[in-house]
């Protein structure tokens, strides 16, 4: 099975996410989709200066927590960019 692996921007200090493991087990399960995003629910803090940091959800499921530096600014744009003002 593969890792729960959620990636932080350089600033954050408190994060919310979803198990993928608890979303696959109540797919398998056939649960209501809002009763399985609802126990899925993983949330809390991290220290600024971790670079890596591990949470747990209520079934007991590991969460790696990373933090990924922002790409460098773009030197040319292109026509079909998304240009924001």
């Given amino acids: 099975m593969r890792a729960n692996l ?3 921007t350089p ?7 979803l198990c993928e493991r608890c979303l696959e087990a ?4 056939g649960g209501s989709f809002a009763e399985a995003v609802r126990l899925a629910s993983v949330r809390g803090t991290v220290a600024l200066e971790s670079t ?6 209520a079934a007991g499921h590991e969460v790696v927590l990373r933090r990924v530096e922002r790409p460098p600014r773009l030197r040319r744009t292109h026509e079909r960019q998304l240009q924001l003002r």
């Fill in 11 to 17: 600033s954050a200090t408190a994060f919310s996410c």
């Fill in 26 to 29: 109540a797919r398998a399960r």
């Fill in 6 to 8: 959620v990636w932080l």
């Fill in 52 to 57: 890596v940091a591990f949470a747990h959800c």
